[in-house]
């Protein structure tokens, strides 16, 4: 049994809770918290340990699961927890990837373990895509188009806005720009021609809802060069229609073979998920499975997908997958 520890424990390690669970070969060892362990209710019998007694379990845990926020956790608990565990994270800034991994490489090398970054769906398994896809067709356009979701970054951007009491924000794709690339005409379009926003805001009460839906049309690197729909609702409406945070999206190759005569081709991986931290929390700990692997293999450092073998992230033997997969 591969032994499993989960750091954070908002909707991510709730997600890993139940994928570990699910999982034949894994167990769980402990949620490991900044809050007071009396305060966090798991979903199973699991322990609950603060931070601080991560460094006295080293011998406990094959992989530890690291379920914070990329922008302000990530780069501080990873790069400190790959000195102690084998690690995985699912650090989505992807402009701060490469900086992520140096740092995140340089205290596993020291630490001697193995830690895995970026696992998810985006960065994650459309990177996987986007490798595939280009190396098949090399002459070729890439295209990503996220949604119909729930933008976790941007919900929280409107609650920011004084006036607001809470929002929900859906990215929604472009369905003509989608059709066009489906058919293989590899046109050049902006963000704004790739997607729309839908914002649900409940307002405090008194606001100003023309001031707020104006901060919200002209924020800039969220809403300013999009198509942006503002709905003012009740909380009631909200909780009742707006709960879930699902999402999902597509990975679109277009490429041409042939010398005499050209060929089109499309490549297409789509997702569609109810839950967006779910699915995230079963593709981190396929990759949990792997680095217990690798690091069975000597491996040490930092490594992303694209540095696994397949064969690692599933819990049958090569034989098996041969036999039923192949």
């Not at 909707?11 to 009396?38: H, Q, S, W, Y």
């Not at 976790?152 to 066009?180: C, L, N």
């Not at 909380?235 to 073979?257: A, F, N, Q, Y």
Request: hydrophobic share 40%; with cysteine.
């Amino acid at each position: 049994m591969i032994r499993i520890g989960i750091t954070g424990y908002g909707n991510l390690g709730k997600g890993v809770e139940c994928a570990v669970t699910a999982a034949e070969d894994m167990e769980l060892v402990g949620i490991f918290t900044r809050r007071d362990p009396a305060s966090v209710k798991p979903l199973t019998n699991v322990l609950v340990y603060t931070m601080e007694q991560a460094e006295k379990m080293v011998d406990q845990i094959d992989v530890m699961i690291i379920c914070g926020g990329s922008a302000n956790d990530l780069p501080k608990q990873t790069t400190a927890l790959a000195g102690l565990y084998n690690v995985v994270d699912s650090f989505d800034t992807h402009a701060k990837i490469p900086e992520h991994f140096a740092n995140v490489d340089a205290a596993a090398k020291t630490g001697g373990h193995l830690a895995l970054i970026s696992a998810g769906w985006d960065p994650g398994m459309f990177s996987l895509n986007r490798l595939y896809a280009q190396a098949i067709l090399p002459n070729g356009s890439d295209y990503t188009f996220w949604g119909k979701g729930v933008s976790q970054g941007h919900s929280d951007a409107i609650r920011r806005i004084p006036g607001v009491k809470d929002a929900r924000q859906y990215t929604i794709p472009v369905e003509e720009a989608v059709e066009r690339v489906r058919r293989g005409e590899n046109p050049v379009l902006t963000t704004g021609e790739k997607h729309t926003r839908e914002c649900f805001v409940v307002a405090e009460e008194g606001a100003d809802l023309q001031a707020i839906e104006t901060a919200i049309k002209t924020m800039p690197n969220y809403f300013a060069d999009y198509d942006t729909t503002v709905h003012f609702i009740s909380e009631e409406d909200l909780k009742r229609d707006h709960s879930g945070i699902p999402h999902g999206g597509m990975v679109i190759r277009t490429g041409i073979t042939g010398l005499q005569t050209e060929h089109k081709h499309v490549i297409e991986y789509k997702l569609t998920l109810e839950s967006n931290p779910e699915f995230t929390s079963s593709v981190l700990c396929a990759c949990a499975r792997a680095v217990y692997r690798l690091a069975g293999d000597g491996k040490t450092g930092c490594a992303t997908l694209f540095d696994v073998p397949p064969a690692y992230l599933h819990p049958a033997s090569a034989d098996e997958l041969r036999k039923n997969l192949l």
